[in-house]
């Protein structure tokens, strides 16, 4: 059978984007269609306006340090519309980008909604028009989720927070995840009042527990209120404000609500069950190794898959893609040490096991911990400190996961990425020459195993 493309592609976030490049670039005839905008959840209302978002509510704090290092920082205000904008503008540029890299591949692109009519043909909703296609790829991404409660209707997300009219004067976020720690943080180095409600007794989820711990003694101490253990009944409106009622009767006013309790995969009315997909239960699509899904020619990548939600992940799922599919070198996604960081304040940036999974897989693990003030905070005498962590396996001397808080957190995690992938020791990490003042040099100074407290 002849089709219009070998490669078609529903979703233009990174990874779709991704895979429909260097799939053309291979030699293959591909479309792309993306109902919204081109560049996705990371791009349109994710990472990169929410990390200019963090650029921006960290000044606060350096015009506070900057007098204790001689600088005269007088009558500083802060514009929202002027961030807000600003940052808008830089999405809109990123979004016109991804689309010069679709037409440079020559990837014909459309901007439509697409689902499936069957497994070899996808139906464009904005014309109606219908193309065949020996390949489908989806990577339509995730999308937030809101509960079914009363009130929801006062609800907002993620989504929405990028392109508020202003700031309110205090906000709820309920949820301990990446993204409502970050927005957290974010807001109240904003100025904002801001409280954390989250229903299990430590923020971070599948972070180590020392972060955990560390960061909400941080984040506490610069004035954000966390609420654990408590669970939202409903939401009504008062004077203006928001009324939060929570199922232990307590009650929370506040000038608004942001939900952020996890995404769902975006695959609903796609088309997708009736073409022979299989879905999980929480609408993600079920994939192998080779993001191939029940149906022989239709692969999934990124979130709609529900694996590692992370962009970078998405990407890599894609490349993987296009080397199995069309260029010959099938190779399986690898989800082992991959860095993660929470742009909270401060950050955390982390890479491999948590000290509890490594207990969990290996039988004997030494724990080396430091915590100290770094040099940039003696000055103006903040109290806060930097935590770095490393997990090693005793056996084999294997370091299996390292785990930072503070200041550059994330840009150290990357880099040890590429170490821990490739098997590095404690000793390796011994024997590397410290750089000297950093806060980094503890990652190969530290020689004591921490041993826990005694009971």
Not at 125 to 150: C, E, M, N, Y
Not at 358 to 369: G, H, P, W
Request: glycine letters at 10%; aromatic letters at 8%; a negative charge.
């Amino acid at each position: 059978m002849t089709y219009d493309y070998d490669l078609f592609v529903i979703g233009g976030g990174s990874g779709g984007v991704r895979a429909a490049r260097m799939a053309a670039l291979a030699g293959a005839r591909v479309g792309i269609a993306e109902e919204y905008r081109y560049g996705g959840t990371c791009v349109i209302r994710g990472c990169v306006p929410k990390k200019l978002f963090v650029y921006g509510s960290h000044f606060h704090e350096e015009f506070q340090d900057a007098a204790a290092f001689g600088w005269s920082v007088g009558g500083a205000t802060f514009d929202w519309p002027t961030l807000r904008d600003n940052v808008q503008r830089e999405v809109g540029r990123l979004s016109g980008v991804y689309v010069s890299l679709l037409d440079g591949a020559g990837v014909e692109h459309f901007r439509s909604r697409a689902v499936l009519d069957d497994a070899n043909m996808v139906r464009l909703l904005a014309d109606g028009r219908t193309v065949t296609a020996k390949t489908v790829l989806i990577a339509t991404g995730s999308w937030p989720f809101v509960p079914h409660i009363r009130g929801a209707q006062h609800i907002l997300t993620s989504n929405e927070m990028f392109t508020l009219e202003e700031l309110p004067r205090s906000i709820a976020i309920v949820g301990g995840g990446y993204i409502g720690v970050e927005f957290a943080s974010i807001l109240n180095g904003l100025g904002v009042d801001v409280t954390l409600i989250y229903r299990g007794d430590k923020i971070l989820r599948g972070f180590d527990d020392d972060l955990r711990t560390g960061l909400m003694d941080a984040m506490q101490a610069r004035g954000i209120r966390l609420m654990l253990n408590k669970y939202l009944a409903h939401i009504d409106e008062a004077d203006g404000d928001k009324l939060i009622v929570f199922e232990d009767g307590e009650e929370l006013s506040v000038g608004c609500v942001m939900y952020a309790t996890g995404r769902v995969p975006m695959t609903a009315d796609m088309g997708l069950m009736e073409a022979g997909v299989k879905l999980g239960l929480d609408g993600e699509i079920v994939v192998d190794r080779y993001s191939r899904s029940s149906v022989h020619n239709i692969y999934a990548v990124g979130d709609v898959t529900d694996r590692v939600n992370l962009t970078p992940v998405a990407i890599d799922e894609a490349m993987c893609f296009v080397d199995t599919v069309f260029r010959g070198k099938p190779r399986p996604v690898d989800h082992s040490f991959i860095p993660t960081a929470v742009f909270s304040q401060p950050e955390i940036g982390s890479v491999g096991l948590t000290e509890q999974g490594a207990r969990a897989q290996y039988a004997e693990v030494d724990i080396y911990k430091s915590s100290f003030r770094p040099m940039k905070y003696t000055l103006p005498g903040r109290d806060e400190k930097m935590l770095m962590k490393l997990i090693v396996d005793a056996q084999t001397d294997h370091v299996l996961g390292c785990h930072i808080m503070g200041p550059d957190a994330a840009e150290m995690a990357q880099i040890l990425a590429i170490p821990l992938r490739m098997g590095a020791t404690k000793g390796d990490f011994d024997a590397t020459m410290a750089l000297h003042p950093s806060a980094a040099e503890e990652l190969v100074t530290m020689r004591e195993k921490w041993t826990p407290p005694q009971s």
